[in-house]
């Protein structure tokens, strides 16, 4: 089975960088995902780690390390339109892609 | 392109009548998942099918929840009877499974489920 453990809730000031951390347990592991989803909204997808190290994507970049289990995302310039939860995801080793998601993380962002 | 289209939106039902609720996937998408979002529960995966096929329905929470696929272009999930606890927003999401760690997940809108 698996289990991932993320901060419930984040503060931060519109313009800075907010690291959301995300630690896993798994019988098997593939990949570590983020998704982002607006009150109201469905998840949609942000960034993927399949292998150890930094992915960036515009103002989002993710980390994964294995050894750890750990990753986080980062999100640099905040903007106020990016108040919204943030869930990781781990993929299942063996195919199907099954996913497994965290409880999330309800980023507030303020002016 | 149309995105993953669920219907309805929004349902409101009285506890004992069964519920339906749709999805259409993306269009060449072979997988495809069922989800339910609670405050208390988060997001929890029901049941995902590959190619049409049910793989993994050990998140289905009990008899009363039944899916299927008849093609790649509709699944539905079915409650019967429904109960207030499964008052819920539902998700369908689908992605194209290839070789290699893709793993892009297409999430249609939802559907909020009130039983009362």
């Known amino acids: 089975g698996q289990s991932l453990e993320q901060p419930s809730e984040v503060t931060a000031v519109e313009g800075a960088i907010v690291q959301i951390n995300c630690t896993y347990q798994?019988?098997?592991?593939?990949?570590l995902s983020w998704y982002q989803q607006h009150d109201g909204g469905a998840p949609t997808f942000l960034s993927y780690?399949?292998?150890?190290g930094l992915e960036e994507t515009g103002r989002f970049s993710s980390f994964l390390s294995r050894s750890d289990s750990y990753g986080y995302l980062l999100l640099q310039e905040l903007q106020m339109k990016d108040s919204a939860s943030y869930f990781c995801?781990?993929?299942?080793?063996?195919?199907?892609?099954?996913?497994?998601f965290g409880t999330g993380t309800k980023l507030q962002v303020i002016p | 392109d149309a995105g993953v289209i669920q219907s309805p939106r929004h349902e409101v039902t009285e506890m004992g009548q069964e519920v339906t609720l749709r999805c259409k996937p993306i269009?060449?998408?072979?997988?495809l998942f069922w989800y339910r979002q609670t405050m208390m529960r988060g997001l929890e995966l029901l049941i995902y099918?590959?190619?049409?096929?049910?793989?993994?329905d050990s998140g289905m929470p009990e008899d009363r929840f039944s899916a299927k696929m008849p093609n790649a272009s509709f699944s539905t999930l079915k409650i019967q009877p429904s109960e207030p606890r499964d008052s819920a927003v539902y998700f369908c999401?689908?992605?194209?499974?290839?070789?290699?760690?893709?793993?892009?997940?297409?999430f249609g809108p939802g559907t909020r489920l009130t039983v009362l």
């Open positions: 780690n399949g292998l150890d």
């Open positions: 798994t019988s098997g592991f593939y990949g």
């Open positions: 999401a689908s992605s194209l499974r290839r070789r290699g760690p893709t793993d892009t997940q297409y």
């Open positions: 995801a781990v993929r299942e080793a063996g195919g199907y892609q099954k996913v497994t």
């Open positions: 099918f590959n190619n049409n096929v049910p793989i993994d």
């Open positions: 269009s060449g998408h072979n997988s």
